[in-house]
């Protein structure tokens, strides 16, 4: 297959949600000595952008979506173990500690920004639901993150959010973290209440504004 082939094959395997495809595509381009980084770029990214664009038209649902990621990332997986950890790291947009706040248990949107973050090349550290402010604080800390994402899909959770501000206020390190948050409840007005630095409605959102915020930061 042409370089082009299976670029084309790395996004059709995300569309189709067919893992198999994926790993099948991600192995014939490591055959070929392509770059990793064109091929999720040019490949996975752009199929997992179509399945975000069709997610936020209703078109697709969060079941198709979540297939989509483990397509993706069975791929992705193939693509980078010949990668140093320098080499990955080079090619980051950045850190992202991402979680679901303390108290709540629901994290199917927290997985859908993880797949759209990780697409565009952000290392993200998943760490679950209902995790504790500290641990949370102490992980981005542990491994020197660019931001801390938290989701709430409670109101009666969303003051979390605020206690991660309050937090590294209090500790003296606000200005190393960007600070980004979401979740059905949570609103622009109250991230800019709690001091938080973004706020996103949608997965797709989040990348964005990820990636304006981490701009601005490198920028300042």
Request: proline share 2%; with cysteine; net charge negative.
């Amino acid at each position: 297959m042409s370089k082009e082939e299976i670029y084309e094959k790395l996004k059709n395997s995300i569309i189709e949600m067919d893992s198999d495809m994926a790993s099948d595509a991600a192995k014939a381009a490591v055959e070929a000595g392509l770059d990793p980084l064109d091929c999720i770029s040019s490949g996975l990214s752009a199929g997992m952008q179509h399945m975000s664009d069709l997610f936020d038209e209703g078109e697709a649902f969060v079941p198709e979506l979540l297939m989509a990621s483990e397509a993706f990332e069975a791929a992705v997986a193939i693509l980078t173990s010949g990668m140093s950890e320098e080499q990955k790291s080079s090619a980051s947009q950045g850190k992202v500690v991402l979680h679901t706040v303390q108290g709540d248990i629901h994290d199917i949107g927290k997985n859908i920004v993880k797949t759209m973050l990780s697409a565009n090349n952000f290392e993200v550290v998943d760490m679950g639901r209902d995790v504790p402010v500290e641990d949370v604080i102490s992980k981005a800390r542990e491994i020197g993150a660019d931001i801390i994402a938290g989701s709430a899909l409670m109101t009666t959770t969303m003051p979390a959010q605020r206690d991660i501000v309050d937090h590294l206020k209090e500790d003296g390190d606000r200005d190393k973290f960007i600070c980004m948050f979401g979740g059905a409840p949570v609103s622009k007005e109250w991230c800019a209440q709690i001091g938080a630095d973004g706020y996103s409605e949608t997965a797709t959102d989040a990348v964005n504004v990820a990636k304006e915020l981490i701009a601005k930061k490198k920028g300042a």
